[in-house]
């Protein structure tokens, strides 16, 4: 048994699975899916290939990936009556709450008994995928008034997301930007909300149960919920020129004060996702206009260099999504819904990975408590 001592906090670097999905290199800012380089996928792939692949182990066949944009354009619609459940929703609830109870109650529309049929697991992985952005856009929507849209049925799985949430197709590059964000954000090894998906999955809880206990993980500003923060942040500081002063006084102020956005457990050198999606956004900007907190990001990114840089704390993928997002008009609080939305795909193949050979997950604590406390009745105690 280990002391207390020896239990590495928050489980760093200690293995605990083997995986065949994705691989980072945190030194070498290298991170691959199913063997192939992400930043290619980024650039010649789409979220269904990339899904498809995550999930398979292989790229589709031409075939294969026709039928695949079929059956996922065919689950995108959910049940009348979920709409009705998210449209009692509190407008004012995080989405990242309201997606997370969306989940749960999609699972009881199609209720899912054992996890031991691999159709019926087939037919709840499509329907998560297909049905995540119909789910964030509905409640996107009904909390500004409007009603919810209908799934586009001639547009790809990032084009009807944004159709979805704001009721007119993307031009071709805002539509690659999205496709190219959430292929970026949808696997990333034994990160929180995954560990939590094969935690869940382990116990053979059904896929609806194990892909919303991952939302709610991700839900966290330590983990999904940073690209919010990093918008807040980035509003606070208001110009390029606020940078320096504003770190300086938030140092001075707390000596461990984390910068959003930065920092990785993995990572020790700048994400290679952030450095994606920074050629992505100055591609889009170039289209819409370049906007204020892009520039603050990139002179509070080189405040910070110096600063952390030897610790190994470089921008993470969420440093510039935010800014990406917030450029295409979508609301702060869906920047973590739409991670969901991309990581979903994550999630499940890690969740049949586990059921492959399953075992529950139980590990060791070390007991830190007292021992031998009298029981002292009600009436003996002040
Ligand atoms: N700003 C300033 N210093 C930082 C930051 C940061 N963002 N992140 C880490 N450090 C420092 C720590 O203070 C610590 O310094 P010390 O050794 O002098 O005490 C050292 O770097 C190591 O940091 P830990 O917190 O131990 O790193 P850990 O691996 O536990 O945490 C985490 C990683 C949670 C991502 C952390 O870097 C953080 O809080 N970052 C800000 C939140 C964020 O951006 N989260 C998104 C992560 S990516 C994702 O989920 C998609």
Redesign the pocket.
Same mark, same amino acid.
Request: charged residues 15%; neutral net charge.
């Given at each position: 048994m280990s002391s207390p001592s020896e239990i590495p906090?928050?489980l760093?670097d200690v293995p605990v699975a083997k995986s065949a999905i994705s691989i980072i290199d945190g030194k070498r800012a290298l991170l691959s899916y199913r063997g192939i380089a992400v930043e290619q996928l980024a650039k010649d792939s789409s979220f269904e290939e990339t899904t498809w692949l995550l999930l398979k182990g292989d790229l589709p066949t031409q075939r294969q990936l026709a039928d695949f944009h079929h059956e996922l354009r065919q689950r995108r619609k959910v049940h009348y009556k979920l709409i009705e459940v998210i449209k009692n929703f509190p407008a004012t609830g995080h989405p990242m709450d309201a997606l997370q109870c969306s989940v749960s109650a999609l699972g009881m529309f199609y209720p899912t008994r054992s996890v031991s049929d691999n159709a019926a697991n087939w037919e709840a992985s499509l329907r998560l995928i297909a049905s995540l952005p119909t789910l964030v856009a509905a409640f996107a929507r009904l909390r500004r008034g409007e009603l919810p849209l209908d799934p586009h049925p001639d547009l790809d799985h990032a084009g009807n997301f944004y159709y979805m949430l704001f009721g007119r197709e993307p031009s071709p590059s805002v539509r690659k930007v999205i496709d190219a964000c959430l292929i970026l954000?949808a696997e990333?090894g034994f990160?929180?909300s995954t560990f939590t998906a094969r935690v869940t999955g382990s116990s053979l809880a059904n896929p609806y149960a194990t892909i919303s206990a991952a939302v709610g993980s991700?839900s966290g500003?330590?983990?999904?919920?940073? @690209?919010e923060?990093?918008l807040e942040m980035l509003s606070e500081i208001g110009t390029a020129a606020n940078a320096k002063p504003w770190l300086d006084a938030k140092r001075a102020a707390n000596p461990?004060?984390?910068?959003?956005?930065?920092?990785?457990?993995v990572y020790k050198v700048k994400?290679p996702r952030a450095t994606v999606l920074q050629e992505l956004a100055e591609r889009v900007f170039a289209e819409t206009s370049r906007p204020a907190k892009y520039d603050v990001a990139l002179e509070l990114e080189k405040q910070?260099i110096p600063?952390?840089g030897a610790?190994?704390?470089y921008p @993470?993928?969420?440093?510039y999504s935010g800014v990406v997002y917030s450029s295409l008009g979508i609301e702060t609080d869906i920047f973590t819904p739409i991670?969901a939305v991309a990581r979903v795909a994550g999630w499940l193949a890690h969740w049949l990975e586990q059921l492959n050979g399953n075992r529950i997950y139980r590990p060791e604590q070390v007991y830190v408590g007292n021992t031998d406390v009298p029981y002292v009745s009600l009436d003996k105690r002040p």
């Open positions: 906090a928050g760093a954000h990333h990160n929180a991700l500003p330590l983990h999904g919920g940073a @690209n923060e990093v461990s004060f984390k910068v959003m956005g930065m920092g990785h457990r994400d910070c600063i952390y610790k190994g704390v @993470n993928v969420d440093f991670f």
